[in-house]
């Protein structure tokens, strides 16, 4: 297994930032050549089920999930989601936190725990596994913060990452 995360802080609420994480579809807007499709008649709660198919032509594959753990922010207190990745290419968990920060912001934590098949090239490729799926999580993050501050607005003044 080969774990990363990335983080970002969004100029909108977090109950504004989680709608955005778990309309799963949308995740195709920010990852570049991906579509998800929700298999179970609703995404939202514990025994959803969506697939993320991601490359092009007969490179594609596909990335089955179930969410395993969900707890929207309520308050102060921070949402977090978790998913296990149940496909033939990628397997692991993947999860994300969504924390409320003053004046209306909130900070996404993404982290992923995953395994490439054949878990062969998981191992000697940890260290580039780690960098490229940290480095392309955190423009996937970034990309869903510039939709979700555009749709709320002007973010209040403040330096982020």
Do not use: N
């Not at 409320?100 to 260290?127: H, I, K, N």
Request: glycine letters at 12%; charged letters at 20%.
């Amino acid at each position: 297994m080969t774990s990363f995360s990335a983080t970002v802080e969004v100029g909108a609420p977090a109950a504004r930032v989680w709608s955005a994480l778990v309309d799963w579809p949308a995740h195709g807007r920010w990852v570049p050549l991906t579509r998800v499709r929700v298999l179970t008649p609703s995404g939202q709660g514990v025994g959803a089920r969506f697939t993320g198919r991601t490359g092009i032509g007969p490179l594609a594959f596909d990335d089955p999930m179930e969410v395993v753990e969900w707890q929207p922010p309520a308050g102060d207190a921070a949402g977090h989601c978790r998913v296990e990745k149940r496909g033939r290419v990628v397997l692991g968990s993947a999860w994300f936190d969504v924390v409320t920060l003053p004046g209306g912001r909130s900070r996404v934590t993404w982290t992923e725990d995953v395994e490439v098949a054949p878990a062969v090239l998981t191992r000697p490729f940890g260290a580039l596994l780690r960098a490229a799926g940290a480095r392309a999580f955190a423009s996937t993050l970034r990309r869903m913060r510039a939709e979700v501050e555009h749709e709320a607005g002007p973010p209040p003044p403040s330096g982020r990452p």
